[in-house]
Antibody, heavy 117, light 107 residues
Framework: EVQLVESGGGLVQPGGSLKLSCAAS????????MHWVRQASGKGLEWVGR??????????AYAASVKDRFTISRDDSKNTAYLQMNSLKTEDTAVYYC????????WGQGTLVTVSS | DIQMIQSPSSLSASVGDSVTITCRAS??????LNWYQQKPGKAPRLLIS???NLQSEVPSRFSGSGSGTDFTLTISSLQPEDFATYYC?????????FGGGTKVEIK
């Protein structure tokens, strides 16, 4: 059974940093691209970024709203993807989901990030 | 960036009705189009990828069509469990982009 479990969310002050994790199981993690998607309360879905597999040189891409502040990485030995978030803004407050592949055929349960003073 | 315009943003329908949601891309996305369903407090669920290919365990009352820039999601004979918000997404180019969503409510 495919499972994605996000962790690391919480309350952080504006300008602060937070690192989210996405632990994967039930599929060949090393062969899959991993994506991050966020959703502010009562709002729609926003794609954050992705990291490709080793076969695709671990290529990353980001939404303009997070580029140069957020970094996606992965550790295939731990079947885990990460989202490092720096210089956080109040508008980054959202539930963050990790998903598998560009079709996002599996989603985690999400982790809430709240940026507030 | 490719813009995805979904319409309507909301609709009211009754159990048994047929509904259609449209999604228009700002440029040709070569059929790299997914549809998701999201219920309150839950993660989205992939319904169709790409365009018309139903995912496993998705009921056959859901169907997708379209090409180029214009796509539709049709739900024939709405069931109580279908009342939710639906999103389209293009995966042709980064940044991947979602439509604004269509909330299907009970009339």
């Amino acid at each position: 059974e495919v499972q994605l479990v996000e962790s690391g969310g919480g309350l952080v002050q504006p300008g602060g940093s937070l690192k989210l994790s996405c632990a994967a199981s039930g599929f060949t993690f090393s062969g899959s691209a991993m994506h991050w998607v966020r959703q502010a309360s009562g709002k729609g879905l926003e794609w954050v970024g992705r990291i490709r597999s080793r076969a695709n040189s671990y290529g990353t891409a980001y939404a303009a709203s997070v580029k140069d502040r957020f970094t996606i990485s992965r550790d295939d030995s731990k079947n885990t993807a990460y989202l490092q978030m720096n210089s956080l803004k109040t508008e980054d407050t959202a539930v963050y989901y990790c998903t598998r592949g560009s079709s996002s055929d599996f989603w985690g349960q999400g982790t809430l990030v709240t940026v507030s003073s | 960036d490719i813009q995805m315009i979904q319409s309507p943003s909301s609709l009211s329908a009754s159990v048994g009705d047929s509904v259609t949601i449209t999604c228009r891309a700002s440029q040709n996305i070569n059929n790299y189009l997914n549809w998701y369903q999201q219920k309150p407090g839950k993660a989205p669920r992939l319904l169709i990828s790409p365009v018309s290919n139903l995912q496993s365990e998705v009921p056959s009352r859901f169907s997708g069509s379209g090409s180029g820039t214009d796509f539709t999601l049709t739900i024939s004979s709405l069931q109580p469990e279908d009342f939710a918000t639906y999103y389209c997404q293009q995966t042709y180019n980064s940044p991947l982009t979602f439509g604004g969503g269509t909330k299907v409510e009970i009339k």
